[in-house]
């Protein structure tokens, strides 16, 4: 399979759905599965005996209510630290492993982590399951060649490329994009420049990407930009965009 297999539009659960569980644990994902997300939307780091840590943030403050960093401890200790409802940090392999069917779009959180994910994704053989994200492109780019063959999406050079040719009617020819490079993964705006602009969702449909937004939690949002000819939503109401694609297809 490829990891867009079936037709937009895509509803891509940020960090699970964390109504009734901790974001980004097991419990989130099985949420967002249940309620009809199709891709589930998660961030990686790096633990202190290198495990990859399911997580967000670096620091634990926010999560866990206690000082110190993902580094800071084993994949055991983290483990064992309640994220509310009763679950601890869990570990990327595990997770790939408990949803075997699901898709994941990971993010990269430090290049710290970047060997031990090349690692847990080809020993899990999860190649064709998993998009690779970063905000920093030697990150992206550096896991990407390592695990060949790989679905990622755009970094902001490229994004903003993309912006700045779709404004000025320039040739599609002028826009690089790297090999394996599948989707534009975007704020609605950033830094006053509107990101998810009609020209812009054009230009990426003739280049062969998606265009998903982030984090779109407002129902009447989310009709604004599939009407607008998004391909995908991130969000962390995975209920309420599963419901509003529903009333639009």
């Not at 290198?50 to 967000?56: L, P, Y």
């Not at 003739?206 to 939690?217: A, D």
Request: hydrophobic content about 45%; charged content about 20%; proline content about 5%.
């Amino acid at each position: 399979m490829s990891f867009l297999e079936g037709s937009p539009p895509r509803v891509i659960a940020h960090r699970g759905l964390a109504l009734e569980a901790a974001e980004n644990t097991p419990s989130a994902f099985q949420a967002a599965l249940d309620a009809g997300a199709d891709i589930l939307e998660t961030d990686v780091h790096l633990s202190k005996d290198g495990q990859v840590i399911i997580a967000h943030d670096a620091d634990l403050a926010r999560v866990a209510g206690r000082e110190g960093f993902v580094a800071d401890f084993t994949a055991a200790e983290l483990a064992r630290m309640d994220l509310g409802f009763g679950e601890g940090f869990p570990t990327l392999a595990e997770v790939l492993e408990r949803f075997p069917q699901a898709r994941f779009n990971i993010d990269l959180k430090t290049p710290a982590v970047i060997d031990a994910f090349v690692d847990t994704v080809v020993s899990t053989d999860s190649r064709e399951r998993v998009l690779v994200a970063s905000f920093d492109e030697a990150s992206r780019a550096n896991a990407a060649a390592q695990i060949g063959n790989v679905a990622s999406s755009a970094t902001s050079s490229h994004v903003l490329a993309g912006r700045l040719i779709s404004a000025f009617g320039l040739p599609l020819g002028l826009w690089k994009v790297p090999p394996g490079i599948v989707a534009l993964q975007v704020p609605p705006t950033y830094g006053g420049l509107a990101l998810v602009t009609p020209q812009l969702v054009g230009l990426a449909k003739r280049k062969g990407l998606e265009v998903h937004v982030w984090t779109i939690n407002e129902p009447h949002q989310m009709e604004r930009l599939w009407r607008l000819g998004v391909s995908g939503i991130v969000t962390d109401r995975a209920d309420l965009a599963v419901e509003v694609r529903e009333r639009l297809i």
